[in-house]
């Protein structure tokens, strides 16, 4: 893999500034197209232009797929329909091809497929068009081996060295019957074994594991997970063949799923990267930060309520982000642990009151474990009052367990709500936390406080 240092990057931007055409084409000539890809990232757009015009237009078409979605479109916008129909989408398989058509206005979608030479291919590109991008269908492609049931061994090698010839690669031969639903798979092997067979349907594996169409890409993901699967049949409603799913389409989805979920908990609200402008990355991290500016506005209210407690004991005040962050990170462990089960099958929504009950007394554990060493602290240390000690410590083990399970509940029923459950592990999670933490420190802490005076 190569390495692009500093070093190489400014050996790559003086060859350009020089123009030295025959010497750039050397250096990228063997590199393969997502390394290109990645080269292209760190230049600026003159060069990123110059690089990709040296490129030959197999090549191209297959770096633009790799670029990340902002780069690419830039790159898109600067050519014509036609170019990008005869110099990008001809050049591509059909999923992947999708995958470009996709990004562009419907109007240029319209002129794009009208400029492809391949009806074919513009008729399956229009059939994937149609399935949404976050299912099966939308990620599947149309280029596969297909024979029919009833073919003998002879006409069954015949057509598959012919439909081979349009493949970089064969991951399964699938049968279908007349009605071309899928009824079985053949293994390559028992051409060899099997030369002389009247009829496929006789040495085929019947009854092959599929997936539908309609079925979301996160239960496709934990089938080829589950299964160990480097590709899979897609089927439509009534079980005819409509495409296959190959590993590396998984493993694309996989990869922009962890990347949506990561920048999610992290407090963002759309996608974003590191080449996006100033006005995109603002747009995306803004929102999140004006609702914890909100929530710090909310926490300067609660405790503006309980001024005189903090006149009468002003030691209190040293212990607000003790319980803040410990709720906080309560919080999130919790939701991080639902999300994840989540996402790789291991919990099911409709199993929440078992949940919660469970991390309920995980939680009561970790708040006892916690609030008492506080207290022991609080007792040994020189200037903590009574009644602060005991404040602290009660309020801390509500507040653990309340984290605990809010931070279990809120995934769950995002999860049933269709809501993306990675929202629970970022700020949503801790600003709530921090919120309530403060009300129950300050109820607890002026409650006790009024109780104390009242005994004195």
């Given at each position: 893999?190569?390495?692009?240092?500093?070093?190489?990057?400014?050996?790559?931007?003086?060859?350009?500034?020089?123009?030295?055409?025959?010497?750039?084409?050397?250096?990228?000539?063997?590199?393969?197209?997502?390394?290109?890809?990645?080269?292209?990232?760190?230049?600026?757009?003159?060069?990123?232009?110059?690089?990709y015009?040296l490129?030959?237009?197999?090549?191209?078409?297959d770096?633009?797929?790799?670029?990340?979605?902002?780069?690419?479109?830039?790159?898109?916008?600067?050519?014509?329909?036609?170019?990008?129909?005869?110099?990008?989408?001809?050049?591509?398989?059909?999923?992947?091809?999708?995958?470009?058509?996709?990004?562009?206005?419907?109007?240029?979608?319209?002129?794009?497929?009208?400029?492809?030479?391949?009806?074919?291919?513009?008729?399956?590109?229009?059939?994937?068009?149609?399935?949404?991008?976050?299912?099966?269908?939308?990620?599947?492609?149309?280029?596969?081996?297909?024979?029919?049931?009833?073919?003998?061994?002879?006409?069954?090698?015949?057509?598959?060295?012919?439909?081979?010839?349009?493949?970089?690669?064969?991951?399964?031969?699938?049968?279908?019957?007349?009605?071309?639903?899928?009824?079985?798979?053949?293994?390559?092997?028992?051409?060899i074994?099997?030369?002389?067979?009247?009829?496929?349907?006789?040495?085929?594996?019947?009854?092959?594991?599929?997936?539908?169409?309609?079925?979301?890409?996160?239960?496709?993901?934990?089938?080829f997970?589950?299964?160990?699967?480097?590709?899979?049949?897609?089927?439509?409603?009534?079980?005819?063949?409509?495409?296959?799913?190959?590993?590396?389409?998984?493993?694309?989805?996989?990869?922009?799923?962890?990347?949506?979920?990561?920048?999610?908990?992290s407090?963002?609200?759309?996608?974003?990267?590191?080449?996006?402008?100033?006005?995109?990355?603002t747009?995306?991290?803004?929102?999140?930060?004006?609702?914890?500016?909100?929530?710090?506005?909310?926490?300067?209210?609660?405790?503006?309520?309980?001024?005189?407690?903090?006149?009468?004991?002003?030691?209190?005040?040293?212990?607000?982000?003790?319980?803040?962050?410990?709720?906080?990170?309560?919080?999130?462990?919790?939701?991080?642990?639902?999300?994840?089960?989540?996402?790789?099958?291991?919990?099911?929504?409709?199993?929440?009151?078992?949940q919660?009950?469970?991390e309920?007394?995980?939680?009561?554990?970790?708040?006892?474990?916690?609030?008492?060493?506080?207290?022991?602290?609080?007792?040994?240390?020189?200037?903590?009052?009574?009644?602060?000690?005991?404040?602290?410590?009660?309020?801390?083990?509500?507040?653990?367990?309340?984290?605990?399970?809010?931070?279990?509940?809120?995934?769950?029923?995002?999860?049933?709500?269709?809501?993306?459950?990675?929202?629970?592990?970022?700020?949503?999670?801790?600003?709530?936390?921090?919120?309530?933490?403060?009300?129950?420190?300050?109820?607890?802490?002026?409650?006790?406080?009024?109780?104390?005076?009242?005994?004195?």
């Amino acid at each position: 893999m190569k390495e692009y240092t500093t070093e190489y990057i400014d050996h790559i931007s003086e060859l350009i500034d020089s123009g030295s055409t025959d010497a750039m084409q050397q250096e990228i000539a063997d590199l393969h197209p997502a390394d290109i890809a990645t080269l292209i990232s760190h230049l600026d757009r003159h060069e990123i232009d110059t690089v990709y015009r040296l490129l030959d237009t197999e090549t191209a078409a297959d770096v633009l797929v790799e670029l990340d979605e902002d780069l690419r479109d830039k790159l898109l916008s600067s050519m014509s329909t036609e170019d990008i129909a005869k110099q990008v989408i001809d050049h591509l398989d059909t999923d992947d091809a999708v995958d470009i058509i996709q990004d562009l206005d419907e109007e240029d979608q319209h002129e794009v497929l009208s400029h492809l030479h391949d009806a074919t291919q513009a008729g399956n590109i229009i059939d994937l068009l149609k399935y949404d991008e976050d299912t099966a269908g939308g990620i599947m492609s149309t280029e596969m081996i297909i024979v029919n049931e009833n073919w003998s061994m002879p006409q069954c090698v015949k057509e598959m060295r012919r439909q081979a010839e349009d493949l970089e690669e064969v991951f399964y031969v699938y049968v279908v019957d007349n009605d071309n639903k899928l009824c079985g798979v053949f293994p390559l092997r028992k051409m060899i074994t099997h030369p002389s067979v009247s009829k496929i349907k006789h040495v085929m594996d019947p009854e092959p594991m599929s997936i539908r169409a309609d079925t979301p890409v996160e239960d496709v993901t934990l089938q080829f997970e589950k299964y160990d699967l480097v590709a899979m049949p897609v089927v439509d409603s009534i079980g005819r063949l409509v495409g296959q799913i190959t590993v590396d389409d998984v493993m694309d989805e996989a990869r922009e799923s962890s990347e949506r979920d990561y920048q999610l908990a992290s407090g963002l609200s759309g996608d974003v990267t590191t080449n996006a402008g100033f006005f995109a990355q603002t747009r995306v991290r803004l929102p999140w930060l004006l609702i914890g500016m909100l929530g710090g506005l909310a926490n300067s209210m609660i405790l503006s309520r309980f001024e005189a407690g903090f006149a009468v004991n002003p030691t209190m005040a040293l212990f607000i982000p003790l319980i803040g962050g410990t709720g906080g990170n309560v919080g999130i462990q919790s939701s991080a642990i639902i999300v994840q089960g989540l996402a790789n099958g291991s919990l099911d929504a409709a199993t929440t009151w078992q949940q919660i009950i469970k991390e309920l007394g995980v939680g009561l554990i970790n708040a006892s474990i916690i609030s008492l060493l506080v207290f022991v602290y609080n007792m040994l240390t020189l200037g903590i009052s009574q009644v602060t000690t005991i404040a602290v410590s009660l309020s801390l083990f509500a507040v653990v367990v309340f984290a605990s399970v809010f931070g279990t509940f809120v995934p769950l029923t995002l999860e049933k709500l269709k809501i993306d459950p990675a929202l629970a592990t970022g700020p949503f999670i801790s600003i709530t936390n921090d919120i309530i933490g403060m009300v129950i420190y300050m109820v607890i802490s002026s409650t006790l406080i009024a109780q104390f005076s009242s005994m004195a």
